[in-house]
């Protein structure tokens, strides 16, 4: 699956085998209270099921100063 | 996992409330948060006119979005900083968002009012861009309300936001800023307007995925300055807590604000004057503002008398 990384510097990555969201989160060390993982035009809970197939977006919702 | 008011797929779960929703009942979990803010805390009445601080943030986006979908008489103020970049997209966003939505949006410069932006700013007053930067906002918020009439100031300040700044307080013991912090701000001085946070029990994630939904663009990336900030820290320790034990953040800032704060507010006996400079309300006899610009209209007397603004990258 291809997955777009905006934490919030863009980059992208190529990962093979179906997996949950959340266990996307933890491979990629991402807390799931701080991102928000987008297929298409949805919005994604940590159960989701993603495939080789998928382009999933991971966008940081942290904003601070 | 299903949205828990109908059989919809959820879009977003939200753990400390052992609930998830799909995307039209997420819309509505949120609104009802702004009204039940706004009736509990007594933020605001529909008579009343809105002045809400617009950053081209997720935020302050989506506070303008449902005060305008309530109803309620509410109008944009921008600053543009002048840092570089971010600013000029954060100034876009903001004209765009008002223009889909028909809204009044007042922009204002730091460059017109203080002859630099805030990178400038920050070397001149040898302080973090981040202090020269809300010493502006805050003061600037008020005097244009007051200014164009405006009965109350909303900010979209969140529920991480709130429990950072509370994280940071606590740890340095910073009891006038306890006392001070509060989601609903009342007038203690005739020149000083009403402040409100009404999403001050959402969390940034559900901030911006109401954003997402709604289909609001909004400026993603980082302010520039705002790297290395302690309130990053403390709401990246705080999300590792909430992880572990959903709903940490609420308790903590919620109980604050039940358990502590009044207690807080009772010892608290501050008089405040009005600025002889400006006639702004101050603790003492000039305000921290008006210090702030005489500093730099005397850097630019000295070193840039033809306008400083051409230096300030």
Redesign the interface.
């Known amino acids: 699956m291809d997955v777009i990384i905006?934490n919030?510097v863009r980059r992208e990555l190529q990962l093979q085998g179906s997996r949950r969201v959340k266990q996307l989160l933890k491979e990629l060390d991402l807390?799931?209270?701080?991102?928000?993982v987008?297929r298409g035009e949805?919005?994604?809970?940590?159960?989701?099921m993603l495939r080789d197939q998928d382009r999933v977006e991971i966008?940081?919702?942290?904003?601070?100063? | 996992m299903r949205c828990i008011k109908c059989p919809v797929k959820a879009s977003v779960e939200l753990r400390r409330h052992n609930s998830s929703f799909c995307s039209p009942h997420y819309l509505e979990f949120v609104r009802n948060q702004l009204a039940r803010n706004v009736k509990r805390l007594r933020m605001f009445a529909p008579e009343d006119r809105i002045l809400v601080a617009i950053s081209g943030g997720k935020d302050s986006l989506a506070l303008w979005d449902l005060l305008l979908e309530a109803g309620y008489s509410a109008v944009g103020l921008h600053i543009q900083l002048g840092i570089g970049e971010y600013s000029v997209r954060s100034a876009e966003v903001s004209q765009d968002f008002a223009q889909s939505r028909g809204a009044e949006l007042i922009e204002f410069s730091l460059d017109q009012e203080l002859g630099m932006g805030v990178p400038l700013l920050s070397r001149v007053l040898r302080r973090p861009p981040c202090s020269g930067c809300g010493l502006n906002k805050r003061y600037l918020f008020n005097k244009i309300a007051l200014e164009r009439g405006f009965t109350v100031v909303a900010t979209g300040h969140n529920l991480d936001d709130e429990a950072a700044t509370l994280m940071g307080n606590v740890l340095r013991w910073q009891r006038e800023q306890l006392a001070r912090q509060s989601p609903s701000l009342e007038s203690n001085h005739p020149q000083m307007v009403r402040k409100v946070k009404p999403l001050y029990t959402l969390t940034e994630r559900e901030t911006a995925s109401y954003c997402l939904i709604r289909g609001i663009d909004y400026v993603v990336e980082e302010c520039p300055n705002a790297k290395g900030a302690h309130s990053l820290l403390y709401k990246d320790i705080l999300n590792r807590i909430e992880t572990e034990s959903p709903g940490t953040k609420q308790q903590f800032f919620q109980g604050f604000l039940a358990r502590m704060r009044p207690a807080l507010q009772r010892e608290q006996t501050v008089d405040l004057l009005a600025c002889e400079e400006c006639g702004q309300p101050t603790t003492g006899e000039v305000c921290s503002y008006c210090r702030m610009k005489d500093r730099v209209q005397n850097y630019i007397a000295v070193n840039a008398p033809n306008g400083a603004s051409r230096r300030d990258t």
């Not at chain 1, 807390?31 to 928000?36: A, C, G, K, L, W």
């Not at chain 1, 949805?42 to 989701?48: F, I, K, Y």
């Open positions: 905006r919030p807390n799931p209270e701080s991102h928000i987008i949805s919005l994604l809970t940590g159960d989701e966008l940081s919702a942290i904003s601070g100063g």
